[in-house]
């Protein structure tokens, strides 16, 4: 017999739950979160989650930058990451590609993708070239310029900052300035 999920619809949405659900491998979220618990997240615990995501990342020493991918129908969570270009030595794995690679081959046309911050020229690429139905974004205060181009597409844009989520990625930023820029530009543009 199958354990119960530890998380239903009446279970109270608090940070520390949604850190569980950021923390759980997507292919496990089914056996810790009744469909009923999902249903009842809203686009800023969505955002939670990819803020949590950031934070982990963050404390690996990485850029912070999470991203979620979620039905829209459903509300469940197809897939989640976070930035890995210290952790993996990869230039592109940014929040919203790890997100989009865990979620795999799905149609992306019935999804929003949650980012903790404005999508760089790569991330915005895939999210229109995938046909997000959606994009919501936690953070234009640290860096934005592609949310233009992402509507004009024909992908919804919406703007949720997360002031959690800024704060951390400002701090991230003032104490790693040159991790930023690699981060958005390549090693090439520290030579500038």
């Known amino acids: ?11 109270p949405v608090t940070d520390s739950v949604l850190d569980v659900i950021a923390r759980t491998p ?6 810790i979160a009744a469909p009923a618990f999902f249903q009842k997240l809203n686009d800023a615990q969505f955002m939670r989650i990819a803020v949590l995501l950031a934070l982990k990342g963050y404390e690996e020493g990485g850029c912070p930058i999470g991203g979620v991918v979620v039905d829209n129908v459903s509300k469940l969570i197809l ?18 590609t790890s ?40 953070d234009v205060t640290s860096a934005g310029g592609n949310e233009e181009m992402i509507a004009a597409k024909g992908v919804k844009v919406e703007i949720l900052e997360d002031a959690e989520g800024i704060a951390l990625y400002q701090k991230y930023r003032s104490e ?15 030579k500038n």
């Not at 017999?1 to 279970?11: R, V």
């Not at 997507?26 to 056996?31: D, F, G, K, N, R």
């Not at 019935?110 to 936690?138: E, N």
Request: glycine share 8%; hydrophobic share 40%; net charge negative.
């Open 1 to 11: 017999m199958k354990p119960a999920p530890l998380f239903t619809a009446d279970t």
């Open 26 to 31: 997507t292919a496990s979220l089914a056996s």
């Open 79 to 96: 897939g989640k990451g976070h930035n890995t270009l210290v952790q993996e030595n990869h230039p592109y794995n940014h929040g919203e």
């Open 99 to 138: 997100a989009i690679r865990d979620a795999g081959r799905v149609d992306f046309s019935k999804t929003t993708i949650f980012t903790t911050l404005s999508p760089c020229d790569v991330c915005a690429t895939l999210i229109y070239m995938r046909g997000f139905a959606r994009v919501v974004v936690g």
């Open 176 to 190: 790693k300035p040159d991790q930023d820029i690699e981060d958005w530009k390549g090693l090439a543009a520290l």
